[in-house]
Structure formats: structure tokens, C-alpha cells
């Protein structure tokens, strides 16, 4: 049977498949008014820069009202601007220059929990009787006081916590002032799909949903068995949450009927989507997710987010996900605001500069929309912060064998200025040597940066539609080389060969590749005799014969 391939004719409402995402964390960003915080002034200020990479969507994590116990992820007033990060008026200035730019924006919308001061939960937690009683996930004690089940939170200990004004638990799989929303009461599917019209109304093009497979739990509360796979992807394996099979608590399948509603009012507005899922088996939620064109457009998972990686392992995430989609699409990620900076994850602690090259590349040339994280353009290192200097609350609790995340979300160093110019006054976690020495300002115009590199390859993959919506398939090659093709129809196939590795490698060309070397990728690697040689972090980019 010869096989049907994706035809490469761009469908208008699938242009987020031909995208590049680019998150930007606007605490660190850029800060305007000297408070040591980034706000949307600052983003303003730097889109040019941006959209010099050559990316398409802006995600900004929140910048909404919050007392930032979890530092925005803990949201008290969904359609406001924390004073922290400006106003509303900032926010539609910020989207019309982007706009103005080509740029699209992407907001995170935080739907699974609130935070505790958020007035619904002030309400809710008034009483058993008040009109939001049932807005959040209340249960009565076990009868010796015990929460009712073992539900654990992600960031530590048990996920339910005793509210003496109620007598009852809540639920919280985050912090404890992040208390979950319950899903099952229509009113708050209502709540959510009306908060997010409001900022559709006000031009937004998409959404990035936080920990979208959190929405609903299991309404008899059953307490989950003992995990027979042990998921080190979504946390740390110190971590005991990661000892559970989460079958109760969340992935449930009343949350396909809520995607199919938000998808509804998402399609209103041509805007799409792209979910966070962290999930005992990622891969599976996330084609689940996206299946048949009426949920989610996009989901990514922690999948690419682990500590160690292999070409073994890049390939069998990529093949599982490609084996279980129907119609859905992935959006992978090497680096974001919850893990370890990628260049210090695989490089090592003295990743040279081509190995961000090399893996912006293979990112790159993956299927599924790429998802960028500020800084790693600039091949960044992940920062040292000392304890004393520690603000993410879940690396506290897990210090020293887990750290946090707070080492990947230190300020942006734009120049070499003090506070490498993010900001005048004093930043909110201390901007990294690395970083000084890689700031943007240092390598603009440098043709053998990082930063340059990015802009170039990003421009080089747009010629070619195979790259991003073409099929994809692998190759058998010997650790560290991670070989693949794409196919579109109509298009000449083209095969992509990377030395994930500091030592150069020669191995076997795949036979299908006929030798063609495609000029302008940027990265060294040549082809002698059918054997493809590969310098230190090198990769060779050809047409199949
Ligand atoms: C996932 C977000 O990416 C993370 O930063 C946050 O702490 C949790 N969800 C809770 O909202």
C-alpha cells in the first residue's frame, strides 16, 4: 500500500503547525520601573527582539492579579493585571506592538486551581451553605481525622488540606494556597470560559493551559493504587508523588467534554491552544487531547523535560506519540520555566555554546511545534542560586537533592550592564555571571553566537514545509547519533542526522540519503564514502536520494 503523506498546502486554521513558540517568564524578562521585577512595559520594550528570531507566538506565563505564593500560577483575579507587572492599558499596548510586529500572544490560562485569596475561595470557604460552596473540592475527614483519601500534592505531602471554618479538607494539588476548582460544578466551567472571552475580546490569539489534566478528580474520591511505572518525567524521583499511579486525581475523562467546550470558544475567535500535561503516560493524554480537531490544537509534556536524554529516548517519545495521535499535534519543549536550564540538563555543567546549536537544530526538526525558552536562544546555563537566596517554595521543601526551578528563571542579560540591564534596581534572583558574559547585547552581530545561530536556522527551515508539517521517521544509528527524515508530499525528503555528543562520530549514512548535502544550516558535518561524519555536536541536514 503506498503511503499518504501530509500534504504541505497550509490550511488556515492550521497555522500553528508551520509555528515556533517562544516563552517568555515575565518576572525576568525586562523591568521598566525598578522594582527588580519584569512586567509587560518591559516585554513591550523588547518584542523588536523577538521578532528578529524569526518566532511566531509570544507565550507569556501570568501576569495576572496574584499574591505570588507560586508566582503567578496562583491567580486571585483572572481578568486583571497584577500591579507588579502594570496595568490593562500596558497589556493592550504590549498586544498592539506585537500585533504591529507579526507576532501573535499567547496567555497562560491557570484554570485547575485559584489562589486562596481569590474571592471565590474566600466565599467558598465561608461556609457549607453559600452559594459557592461547591466551587472548590471539599471533602469531610476520614472518621479518625485523617484526610479522606491519599491523594499527594506535586509539590509535597498530601494534596488536602484542613480548613477550620468549614471543618472540612480541600483539595490542592499544588500548594496549599492554590486550592483546586471543582470541574464537576457547571458554574465554574461557566466562570473560566467567561474569563477567557474577556481577554479574547481583548486580542489574544491563544492559550497555553496550565495543567490542563488537573481539571476534574474522581468525585467518589478513591485513593490511588501504588504506581507499577514510576513517572520520573513530570517529577523529580525524590519526590514520593511519583510513587502513586494517578488514576483518581487527575486524567479523567469528564475534562474531554470541557475541552470540546473551551475548543468551541476558541474557534469563536480563530485563537488556539496549547496544553500542559503531566500525566502518568504523557504521550497518551496528550493525542488524546488533541485528537479529531475539537480540543486542544496543541500539548506538550514533560517528556523532553527530563534530566538525562538519548537519541534513543528523543526517538521512542517522538514514535509513541506519532504511534497514538489521530490528527492531534504535539508542541515539544527542551527547556521552560520548570526544569533545569537544557544547556546545563544534557550539556552538562560546561555545555559549550554548539551544543545549544545543535539542539535548537534537532528541536527544531522534530514534528510538532517547537516551543523556545527566553534565554536558551542565548545558550544560557542554568544559575547557581544559593538557598539563602531561594524563592520557588517546591525547590525549599525538596532542598538540596531537587533545587527548584528558581536556577532557570533568573533575569535575562541584555547587556553587560549591571544587572546585565534587566533592571536599575534590585532583581528578585540574582542575574548569573554565565549569563553577563552571553548577554544579548554581546552576541548580536556575532556570527558565531548562539543568538545568531537561532535567527539563522530559523530562517533556513522556513524554506522548507517538510520541516515543520512533513511526516517523520527514524533511522537505526548508534548512540549518541540521532538520525530521521521528513516527507511532504511534493516535496524532496529531506534526512537529518545529529551528533548529540562532545566527541565526533562517523557512522553509516542512512541508505535512503543520497548524499545531498542542504547548504545553510549551519552546523558542521559532511558526507565521504556513505559515511557521515560529525564533529562535536555537529549534525548533517540532505535530501533523500
Ligand atoms: C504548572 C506550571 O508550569 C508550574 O510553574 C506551576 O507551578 C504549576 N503548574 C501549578 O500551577
Known amino acids: 500500500m503506498t503511503k499518504q503523506l501530509t500534504q504541505v498546502s497550509p490550511h488556515a486554521s492550521d497555522w500553528y503547525r508551520t509555528a515556533i513558540i517562544y516563552q517568555i517568564y515575565p518576572r525576568s524578562f525586562m523591568d521598566t520601573n525598578g522594582d527588580g521585577v519584569g512586567d509587560l512595559p518591559g516585554i513591550t520594550a523588547r518584542l523588536d527582539y523577538i521578532a528578529s528570531l524569526g518566532v511566531d507566538i509570544v507565550w507569556i506565563s501570568p501576569f495576572f492579579k496574584s499574591p505570588m505564593k507560586d508566582f503567578g500560577y496562583d491567580i486571585a483575579d483572572y481578568c486583571d493585571v497584577d500591579p507588579m507587572f502594570g496595568t490593562l492599558a500596558d497589556f493592550d499596548s504590549m498586544i498592539a506592538k506585537a500585533h504591529s510586529l507579526g507576532l501573535k500572544i499567547m496567555i497562560d490560562q491557570v484554570m485547575s486551581h485559584t489562589a486562596e485569596e481569590h474571592p471565590w475561595f474566600k466565599e467558598s470557604r465561608s461556609s457549607r451553605d453559600n452559594p459557592k460552596a461547591d466551587w472548590y473540592v471539599w471533602a469531610d475527614p476520614a472518621p479518625d481525622g485523617n484526610p479522606p ?6 509539590f509535597g505531602g498530601s494534596s488536602w488540606q484542613w480548613d477550620t471554618r468549614r471543618r472540612q479538607y480541600y483539595l490542592h494539588n499544588f500548594l496549599t494556597s492554590q486550592p483546586d476548582l471543582n470541574f464537576h460544578c457547571p458554574a465554574v466551567q461557566q466562570a473560566h470560559l467567561d474569563a477567557l472571552r474577556f481577554w479574547l475580546e481583548r486580542g489574544v490569539d491563544g492559550i497555553r493551559l496550565d495543567a490542563c489534566n488537573f481539571h476534574f478528580h474522581d468525585t467518589e474520591l478513591r485513593s490511588n493504587p501504588p504506581a507499577t511505572n514510576r513517572d520520573t518525567a513530570t517529577v523529580s524521583d525524590v519526590n514520593p508523588y511519583g510513587m502513586q499511579a494517578h488514576i483518581y486525581d487527575k486524567s479523567r475523562p469528564e475534562n474531554l467534554p470541557f475541552l470540546q467546550k473551551l475548543r468551541a470558544l476558541l474557534d469563536e475567535y480563530q485563537a488556539v491552544s496549547i496544553g500542559e500535561v503531566g500525566a502518568d503516560d504523557s504521550l497518551a493524554v496528550m493525542a488524546e487531547y488533541t485528537a479529531d480537531g475539537d480540543k486542544l490544537h496543541m500539548a506538550y509534556s514533560f517528556n523532553l523535560l527530563v534530566p538525562q536524554c538519548s537519541a534513543h529516548y528523543i526517538r521512542q517519545q517522538v514514535e509513541n506519540f506519532e504511534a497514538r495521535v489521530k490528527g492531534g499535534w504535539a508542541s515539544w519543549s527542551v527547556g521552560n520555566h520548570d526544569v533545569q536550564r537544557v544547556a546545563t540538563r544534557w550539556g552538562g555543567p560546561e555545555a559549550p555554546v554548539a551544543f545549544a546549536k545543535m539542539i535548537l537544530a534537532m ?34 521543601t525538596f532542598w538540596p537533592e531537587f533545587k527548584g526551578r528558581d536556577g532557570c528563571r533568573t533575569p535575562m542579560a541584555w547587556s553587560d550592564a549591571a544587572n546585565g540591564g534587566f533592571t536599575t534596581g534590585k532583581p528578585w534572583l540574582p542575574v548569573s555571571p554565565d549569563h553577563l558574559v552571553k548577554a544579548a547585547s554581546k552576541q548580536e552581530g556575532d556570527a558565531e553566537s548562539s543568538l545568531e545561530f537561532t535567527r539563522r536556522f530559523i530562517a533556513w527551515r522556513r524554506q522548507f514545509p517538510q520541516l515543520t508539517r512533513g511526516d517523520i521517521e527514524f533511522f537505526d544509528a548508534p548512540e549518541p547519533v540521532l538520525a530521521l527524515r521528513r516527507d511532504a508530499a511534493g516535496e524532496r525528503s529531506i534526512i537529518a542526522v545529529f551528533n548529540l555528543s562532545g566527541a565526533p562520530v562517523s557512522c553509516a549514512l542512512p541508505q535512503a540519503a543520497g548524499g545531498e548535502q542542504i547548504a545553510g544550516y549551519g552546523l558542521p558535518g559532511s558526507v565521504v564514502d556513505g559515511q557521515v561524519a560529525l564533529p562535536a555536536f555537529g549534525a548533517w541536514f540532505g535530501y533523500a536520494a
Open 149 to 154: 483519601n491519599n491523594w499527594m500534592s506535586v
Open 363 to 396: 528541536q527544531l526538526s522534530l514534528k510538532g511545534t517547537p516551543c523556545l525558552y527566553q534565554g536558551d536562544e542565548l545558550a544560557f546555563a542554568e544559575a547557581d542560586v544559593p538557598f539563602e537566596l531561594l524563592q520557588d517554595p517546591y525547590g525549599i
